[in-house]
């Protein structure tokens, strides 16, 4: 996707080193603000994502009659004023997702939930990833869903749904978190059933706002709908998004001399798969200030430069790392020996095609990267750049070649880079901050 944008990154010319910290999270700003919305009562939210994903999001509760207060000028704090589980108004226009597959798949289960129609598209990324996933499970609740071949645009018309025993044959977040948030309508409980566990910030954020969810001995997970949300009595506070981490711990593991602090990163088991496949590879990383935020735990992350290897990445990790394999391929393209990735088709359909796109730009860069069909093969150690390689609008893509670039032995120009703002707006600051090269061609 032609975005424009282009970022000249590398080589580094020093160690990184200092402390940042990133932008909130961005699985748990999506769901803050749609559970904010949907409760009786006004949610403050702090360490929001002001990334234009969330602000989609954000916007599209603001279409249907939720008034949002910024409490600051970069977006990270705000109060909503929830409308409760009924009292969204049917919007003006066509919604508009993004670049958000988020977004739109969590929100298709608020609109099965709704009595009024809605329509709702997406950027032209957006408009060839799968939605069958999503729509089927609403369907089967009751809800209608149309439009041509289950692509976007998509137009819902919800209603009183049926509680389903969902079984997903995708090991997918955004599928649970539709069909539990299309649960909270239903007439009795929904269980849902995944093939591998997901990230479970939404079963987490849920009994927040009154509404228990519960998992039992086999995983299958259970909502009983209580009817209503609730605003809890103390702000939602997000934490750091170990997501955006993973593209500075990366860096500091590749680049001799670097000695860098993360600063309070999410650390939800179910979103850790990058640190402990960085740590097989031998990257030297170290917790610090363990704290519990709400529902969820944080920690510094101090990582220091230590040469990488190759691994056979641990298919149960896939799903905690699904959306960190671009940057553990810039990392497998420094290191010694052979990284292999399988079981991770999933990649195909994120924002792009993350195993084409990323085997086009590190090979145009001199590495050895075997494309596979649910994966890659990659045998590190060399990568010359000196090369235009295309992100294709996808914010991951141009910031793990950014990454990449910081060893390259000659700079990488990356176009269509500038979904970055889509994440991690402030990506390029924090991280000429830490001394990585990197910087927009108009800079
Ligand atoms: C997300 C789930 C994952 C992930 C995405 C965020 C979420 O997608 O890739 O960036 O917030 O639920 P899938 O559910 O498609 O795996």
Redesign the pocket.
């Known amino acids: 996707m032609n975005v424009g944008g282009t970022l000249i990154a590398g080589p580094a010319k020093i160690g990184l080193s200092g402390k940042v910290s990133v932008p909130g999270d961005?699985?748990m700003s999506?769901r803050a603000v749609m559970l904010a919305a949907l409760a009786d009562g006004t949610t403050e939210i702090h360490g929001f994502l002001p990334g234009e994903d969330c602000l989609a999001t954000a916007e599209m509760f603001v279409q249907m009659g939720v008034t949002i207060d910024w409490l600051n000028d970069e977006k990270t704090s705000l109060r909503v004023h929830g409308v409760g589980l009924h009292g969204l108004k049917k919007p003006a226009t066509i919604l508009d997702a993004g670049n958000s597959?988020?977004c739109v798949r969590l929100m298709m289960g608020v609109f099965a939930g709704q009595d009024f129609d809605v329509t709702v598209t997406g950027d032209a990324s957006l408009q060839v990833r799968p939605m069958k996933r999503v729509a089927d499970p609403i369907r089967a609740m009751g809800a209608t869903v149309n439009g041509e071949g289950d692509l976007l645009p998509l137009t819902i018309q919800g209603g009183k749904l049926k509680a389903i025993h969902h079984v997903s044959k995708v090991?997918?977040?955004?599928?649970k978190?539709c069909v539990l948030l299309a649960a909270l309508y239903a007439d009795g409980e929904t269980t849902v059933s995944e093939p591998r566990p997901?990230?479970d910030?939404t079963e987490r954020m849920l009994p927040l706002f009154g509404q228990p969810v519960t998992v039992d001995d086999n995983g299958l997970i259970h909502l009983n709908p209580t009817g209503k949300l609730t605003a809890p009595s103390v702000p939602v506070y997000i934490p750091a998004d170990p997501s955006s981490a993973a593209f500075f711990a990366v860096a500091a593991s590749l680049v001799k001399d670097s000695d860098i602090t993360l600063g309070r990163i999410g650390m939800n088991p179910l979103r850790n798969g990058w640190k402990r496949i960085l740590a097989d590879m031998h990257g030297a990383m170290e917790l610090q200030n363990e704290a519990q935020v709400g529902e969820e735990s944080v920690a510094d992350i101090h990582v220091t430069y230590r040469g990488l290897n190759g691994v056979q990445v641990n298919s149960a990790d896939v799903?905690d790392a699904?959306?960190e394999f671009p940057v553990l391929f810039a990392a497998a393209s420094l290191a010694n020996g052979t990284f292999a990735l399988t079981e991770a088709e999933?990649l195909r359909v994120?924002e792009s095609d993350r195993i084409a796109v990323m085997a086009a730009a590190l090979q145009a860069a001199g590495v050895n990267f075997v494309e596979k069909a649910d994966g890659a093969t990659i045998v590190g150690g060399l990568l010359q750049g000196g090369c235009i390689v295309d992100a294709r609008g996808d914010h991951r893509i141009a910031m793990a070649m950014a990454v990449a670039a910081q060893c390259a032995a000659a700079e990488i120009t990356i176009k269509n880079a500038a979904a970055i703002a889509t994440s991690f707006p402030d990506f390029v600051p924090l991280a000429q901050s830490l001394g990585m090269n990197v910087r927009w061609s108009d800079q």
């Open positions: 961005k699985s999506h597959g988020t090991a997918s977040a955004q599928v978190s997901t990230r910030h799903p699904i959306d999933e994120k």
